[in-house]
Structures are given as structure tokens and as C-alpha cells.
């Protein structure tokens, strides 16, 4: 361990806590039970697979084998797990939890037999953990713990104070510029009740400037150590240290202490994604949304030697060749769509050369995995919401050419991608791949309009379910077929093209205008995918038609998009939702006497935006988890979602006023239709708050609105009977208030 990581207090470190055993025995229900499974993660056999399955009503951690039946309960403890690592020697299976099904998460880890079950970080009440990576050998698995704000010079020992150390965050490294259409700021990201960092550096240099290897990436990461205080001490701009993130690599048994890899002050996300075989270097991921980089460290002095932007969504965005000489990344810089960039690196992890690896002009890489050898990768392309999954050989830079003088984009020339061959996917959906080769083949984990999730695999062309996971039919109740929906285009107002899936009720003629559900997605960076939602199914089984659309600030239609809501662009993102719905009006799909909006988290928002903007376009509305007000809303989250927030939203303090006139509060004078509010009691994300001050101001202007608690949820719905309650809870209601 360095003297940096010696040098912090032990008290941040995560200690593991030894837990009884909960594990449950052999379980082989016949029939099976509808069900969902996902999150696979495959030990080093390629022969059983430890995935999260909710057939007990929760999610949990369960093993069984990739071409077998039975399946063994690993943890039965009522809190929800989200993800899953089986460590790369097979001892080990680390996974994270929900405890309370709240957004506060710790990292435990269990043995494959269900023995040795223990918590490695987050066991404090109040405090967050987040899983990274295994270390190649499995001696060790990277874990980010919320560390506490500390006072002034850093913290207080029995030997006295503690010097703070260098952490990654510095207005320097990030490379992605403000975008047009804020109010005035001061250009730095907001951590409330923290320190706050700069979130706005210099403008993203250009492929060219990236290919050609300029020493703007050099002087950059000068500029990083200079202002960590290698050689003159560091200096910490706001007075205070702590309350950020920093990431561990913890030994399960305890018996080595924790070595830090990565600080982050002021942070909004931090995460582990790769570590190099030889444990030289680590990749990984930060940043808030829309602004994501990766970084490569040193881990022995941490740090940073390169940095580049990198896209949103899936976290795991790439990985050290076997040599560690090429970095592959899944990546948007200065580009619409993600690719597959090869980055050609020296030993010391500085970048010697970069080039795109493999790329679409017109749809973005959405998953990046690779095989054991390091020599195979499947990339999955995200082709107008669903997946294209191809299989392809890799070639690393030789580790020659680090030793050259003059280095230019050449350098990486040998890193190359292909031959490949395209794999045929019985579902539309590909949601994660924890294994590219092996005994099993490709193992996949998959969703579509017609199943629910579930895990496959790929043995010699042949796609095959698992046992475990559900069969197809029983995706909706017997006698009922599931809806396979239909792309649908439009154009916004403003020319900007829209798009969404549409699926149309059973038994209904082409020509008979339907009551209608507009669905709005949350985010506002997801993206509306041909994926099994039983929300739908429960509306389409009331006779209620469902139109769920990509409004601008979607992901998966290109950068342009996603920012296309930024700033004064929310205005226009609530006009899309009218637009929407007088798309389906138009086409003669939708009744216009007969529609209804809903939606969940930034789609919550939406709702209520767009029945305050729109107050004759709905007969009601359904607002899950959704913000009514963003002054309240900053207030009451968690830290860290107010930094990612704060760019994707506007600033609490510099874009005020901006952000009060995009409030549905400071227009509810304008709502004129009843509204059902649904909120997870241990919300922190947005906070329960938010729907009780709007369900309450509609009840004081002689409104009916209902709000709708669920105990033991936090931001999202995870345990089958909240969920359960959830959809047919809304679908009555909104039944009730389009009937006639």
C-alpha cells in the first residue's frame, strides 16, 4: 500500500462485518413461478451463473447452473439486491443491497455454498457503498463508500491531524464544456452542504486532437497534479475535505487491510471498472450525468494519467488488454454515438495514442464485453431501441510500440477489432453480458415486449433458455397473448423528429380511436426499449391503448438529443409531450376525449408539468416519484444526485429563477384534472415531499388527488407486491376516470 493510502484515516476504510448465514436450500418449484431474472454474473467454469431472481417476491441473490434446473437461494435476507460479481478465482460472489429497499447501499459478499456471508462496506445506518471490480485474482474487490465531510485540514487522530491526500476531482480534468441555453452561473457543480468542484473545463478537444496524441492531455494531467499539491502541498480550494466518494480495494477475509484506489471530493458518481492484471492501473468512472469521464490512475501514487468523456448509461464502459498496453472504451467524445475507441497506453498509463475502434453512424455501442483470453469482445449496438449483438476478435497495441519518441495515432494502429460475426437473439433486449466464451458460450442476459427478463445462453449458434428463468408464456395471465408494440415516428413542434412504441389493446379494430395512456420514461436519459413491462400489460388489459415516447433529453438518439432539454430546452421537452399526444390523435389511435398521462421519477415530473402547461389536453394523470418543485427537491435529495442534478436541471442558485418557472408548483393554479401521486416511502432521491405538497395543493383548489404510499420502497419499485399495488392501484384509476 502507498503512503498516500496510508495516510488516510482508518476510520473511511471499510472493515468487512462477518453476518450469520442466510441461505436457502435447493430450490426446483414445478412449474416455475412467472418470474424475472437478470444481473447474471458467471464463475470461472462458465458453468453456473449467480443472478438476482425476484420468484420470491424480492429480488435476491440466487446461484444455478447454466444448463440445469436447480437453483440455490444464496442470501434470503428481505432487502433487494441490485448487482451482482462472482469474484474471477470462484471463491467469492459480491453483491449489492438495498437495505430497506431505500436508495442507501451496501456491498456484501458470500460464498458459492451460501457460507461465509459478510458486509464489506456501508454496514453504518445512513451510509452508501457501491460495487466495482474484482481484482483478476480475486484477492480483492473494489467497493466506493460515501466518506463523511471532514473539518478544515483534514481529520483528527489521537496523533493529531490527518494531512488530506490527493483525490481525483479537479475543475482541470473534466473535458466537456457547458452547453448553450443556461441562465448565468459561475460554472462549477453544486454539492450541497459539501465543497464544490468546478464541473465546466475546457471545451472537448477534438478525434484529431485525440488521434494525433497533442500535449493537451499531457498538460492537462500536469495541471492535476499541480493542483493535488504533488510538489507544493495540496491546497483545498473550499477549506474542507471529505464528504465525497472514495473507492477501496477490500480483502473479503479481512486480513488485508484496504487499499485506496480513488478519491473523489464533492462527488457525484464513482466507480471502479477494471483493474490491470498486474494491479498497476485502474479504470475508472466519474463524474455527474451527461458528464461522465473515465480515468486511468496509478494506483500506486493515484494519479491520474488519462482522461476522456465517456457516454452514459450501462457503467461498466471498458477494459485493460491482458498487457495493459491498450485501454478499450466505450465512448461519445467529441461524437453522436458511442464506439469502441482504442486507447494505446506506456507503462506508466499515459496515453501514447487513440483511434475508434470500431463504430455506427447511426446508433451508439451500449454493452462492451470481453473474454477471459482478453482476445474476444461482443459489442452491443443499441439500434433504435433494440439491441444488435455481435461477436469480434481483438487485438491489443503490441507492447513495442510504447517505447517510441514520436508517437502519433499510428501508435494504436495495431490495436483491431474483427472478424465478426453477427448473433442472432431470440428477444429484442440484450440488458448485460457476463460472459463472451467459455464452457457455456455466450451467456446473455435478455428482455423483450413478449418475456419477462431472464438468462440465456449461446452454445454453438443455438440459443437457449435457461431453466430457471421464466418461459414465455407465462409473460401475461392464460388466455391473454402479450402486445408486441410498433414503432412510431413524429415531429415535434420545433422540427425536432420524436419517436416512441406503441402498443394497441386486444380485440381493438385498426380504425377505433382508443382511450390512451401517454407513458413518459424517467431519467430523462433513459430510452423507451420493446421490453417487457407488466405496467403496460395491466393498462392494455383494461382495453387502455399505450403510447410510450422519447421525449428530447432520451438517451439512445444521439448526443444532440439527450441535450436537447437542457437549460431553457425543458420548456420544449414538455411541449413534446403535447405533441405526443396529438400525434396519436391525429393518426386516428387515440380518443381525444380519452387520454391519460403517467409516468415514474423525471417521467413523474413530466406528468405534472404537463397537466399544469396543459390543463385541457389530459382527463387525469399519474405522477410516480416525480419532483413538484425543484427548490424543494434540491433541499431534499441526496448529495450527490443534487451534483448530477445541478447540470442536468440547472444550478439551485445561479439558474433560480429558471428552475421556479419549470416548476409544476408555480403553476398548479392551472390544474384542472384529477391526479394519483405514487411515492416509496424511503424515497431520498426525490423526496416524498414532492408529491405530498402537490397532491395537496390540488386538494386546497378542489381537486380530487390521492396520494398513494408504498412502505419499504425507495426511488424504485423492487419487491413484487409494491409493484403489485402500483399498477393496478394506477390502472383503476385511470380506468375509472376514462370511462365513458
Not at 130 to 143: P, T
Not at 713 to 740: C, K, N, P, Q, V
Request: hydrophobic share 40%.
Amino acid at each position: 500500500m502507498s503512503a498516500a493510502m496510508g495516510s488516510m484515516p482508518a476510520s473511511m476504510a471499510p472493515v468487512p462485518v462477518p453476518l450469520p448465514g442466510t441461505a436457502g436450500p435447493l430450490d426446483t418449484p414445478q412449474p416455475l413461478r412467472s418470474h424475472g431474472c437478470w444481473y447474471p454474473s458467471v464463475d470461472p467454469s462458465g458453468t453456473y451463473v449467480a443472478f438476482i431472481c425476484d420468484r420470491g417476491g424480492v429480488p435476491q441473490l440466487w446461484t444455478g447452473p447454466v444448463g440445469g434446473s436447480e437453483v440455490h437461494l444464496l442470501d434470503s435476507d428481505p432487502h433487494p439486491v441490485k448487482e451482482v460479481a462472482w469474484s474471477p478465482d470462484g471463491s467469492w460472489i459480491a453483491y449489492t443491497t438495498a437495505p430497506g429497499g431505500g436508495e442507501h447501499t451496501r456491498v456484501l459478499c458470500v460464498r458459492p455454498d451460501g457460507t461465509g456471508r459478510r458486509i464489506l462496506a456501508g454496514a453504518e445506518p445512513g451510509s452508501s457503498a457501491y460495487l466495482g471490480c474484482w481484482q483478476h485474482d480475486g484477492s480483492a474487490v473494489a467497493v466506493t463508500v460515501a466518506e463523511p465531510v471532514l473539518p478544515p485540514g483534514g481529520a483528527e487522530t489521537e496523533e493529531g491531524p490527518v494531512p488530506v491526500e490527493p483525490g481525483l476531482a479537479d475543475p482541470d480534468t473534466y473535458t466537456v464544456s457547458r452547453p448553450a441555453g443556461w441562465a448565468s452561473r459561475d460554472g462549477r457543480a453544486v454539492l450541497l452542504g459539501g465543497p464544490h468542484y468546478g464541473d465546466a473545463g475546457p471545451a472537448t478537444q477534438s478525434l484529431d486532437q485525440a488521434r494525433t496524441g497533442t500535449d493537451d492531455e499531457a498538460g492537462r494531467a500536469a495541471r492535476v497534479h499541480r493542483a493535488h499539491g504533488e510538489e507544493t502541498g495540496r491546497v483545498d480550494p473550499e477549506g474542507t475535505a471529505g464528504g465525497g466518494l472514495a473507492a477501496y480495494l477490500v480483502d473479503p477475509l479481512g486480513v488485508a487491510a484496504p487499499a485506496l484506489v480513488a478519491v473523489e471530493r464533492g462527488a457525484a458518481t464513482l466507480r471502479v471498472c477494471d483493474l490491470s492484471r498486474d494491479g498497476r492501473l485502474a479504470l475508472v468512472r466519474r463524474g455527474p450525468r451527461a458528464r461522465r469521464e473515465a480515468l486511468v490512475v496509478r494506483t500506486a501514487d493515484l494519479r491520474t494519467t488519462f482522461a476522456l468523456p465517456v457516454a452514459d448509461g450501462d457503467p461498466w464502459i471498458g477494459r485493460f488488454s491482458p498487457d495493459a498496453t491498450t485501454l478499450w472504451l466505450r465512448s461519445d467524445a467529441a461524437r453522436e454515438f458511442a464506439a469502441l475507441f482504442a486507447v494505446h497506453l506506456d507503462p506508466a498509463g499515459r496515453r501514447l495514442g487513440l483511434t475508434v475502434a470500431a463504430e455506427r453512424a447511426d446508433c451508439g455501442l451500449e454493452l462492451l464485453a470481453f473474454g477471459h483470453d482478453g482476445r474476444t469482445a461482443a459489442l452491443a449496438w443499441n439500434v433504435r431501441g433494440a439491441t444488435e449483438l455481435e461477436v469480434t476478435a481483438v487485438t491489443a497495441a503490441s507492447a513495442g510500440d510504447a517505447r517510441g519518441a514520436a508517437v502519433t495515432a499510428a501508435s494504436a494502429g495495431d490495436a483491431r477489432v474483427g472478424p465478426s460475426r453477427t448473433v442472432p437473439l431470440p428477444h429484442e433486449v440484450v440488458t448485460r453480458i457476463p460472459q463472451v466464451d467459455g464452457r457455456a458460450g455466450l451467456v446473455l442476459a435478455l428482455s423483450g415486449s413478449q418475456r419477462r427478463p431472464g438468462v440465456w445462453w449461446l452454445f454453438e449458434g443455438t440459443a437457449r433458455r435457461t431453466a430457471w428463468s421464466s418461459r414465455d408464456e407465462d409473460a401475461v395471465p392464460p388466455g391473454r397473448p402479450p402486445v408486441r408494440p410498433v414503432p412510431l415516428r413524429l415531429t415535434a413542434r420545433d422540427g425536432l423528429p420524436l419517436g416512441g412504441w406503441y402498443y394497441r389493446a386486444p380485440g381493438r379494430g385498426p380504425g377505433e380511436p382508443a382511450p390512451c395512456v401517454i407513458h413518459l420514461h424517467g431519467g430523462p436519459e433513459e430510452q423507451e426499449r420493446p421490453v417487457f413491462n407488466p405496467l403496460y400489460h395491466e393498462l392494455l388489459g383494461r382495453g387502455l391503448d399505450v403510447f410510450a415516447p422519447d421525449v428530447r433529453g432520451s438517451s439512445g438518439h444521439g448526443r444532440s438529443f439527450v441535450d436537447a432539454d437542457l437549460g431553457t430546452g425543458r420548456f420544449a421537452a414538455i411541449e413534446d409531450v403535447a405533441d405526443c399526444a396529438a400525434h396519436v390523435v391525429m393518426d386516428g389511435l387515440a380518443d381525444p376525449m380519452r387520454l391519460a398521462v403517467m409516468g415514474r421519477s423525471y417521467g413523474g415530473y413530466l406528468v405534472m408539468a404537463s397537466l399544469v402547461w396543459h390543463p385541457n389536453l389530459f382527463r387525469t394523470g399519474v405522477a410516480a416519484c416525480g419532483m413538484s418543485d425543484f427548490a424543494t427537491f434540491y433541499a431534499g435529495t441526496e448529495p450527490w444526485i443534487a451534483e448530477s442534478a445541478a447540470h442536468k436541471y440547472g444550478h439551485p442558485e445561479h439558474d433560480r429563477e429558471l428552475l421556479h418557472s419549470l416548476s409544476p408548483m408555480t403553476r398548479v393554479d392551472a390544474l384542472r384534472v384529477p391526479l394519483l401521486t405514487v411515492h416509496g416511502e424511503h424515497d431520498t432521491n426525490v423526496p416524498l415531499g414532492e408529491s405530498e405538497q402537490f397532491v395537496r395543493a390540488a386538494r386546497e383548489r378542489g381537486l380530487e388527488a390521492e396520494l398513494l404510499m408504498l412502505r419499504d420502497e425507495g426511488h424504485d419499485f423492487l419487491r413484487a407486491d409494491s409493484r403489485r399495488i402500483y399498477r393496478r392501484t394506477a390502472a383503476d384509476w385511470i380506468e375509472r376516470h376514462l370511462a365513458g
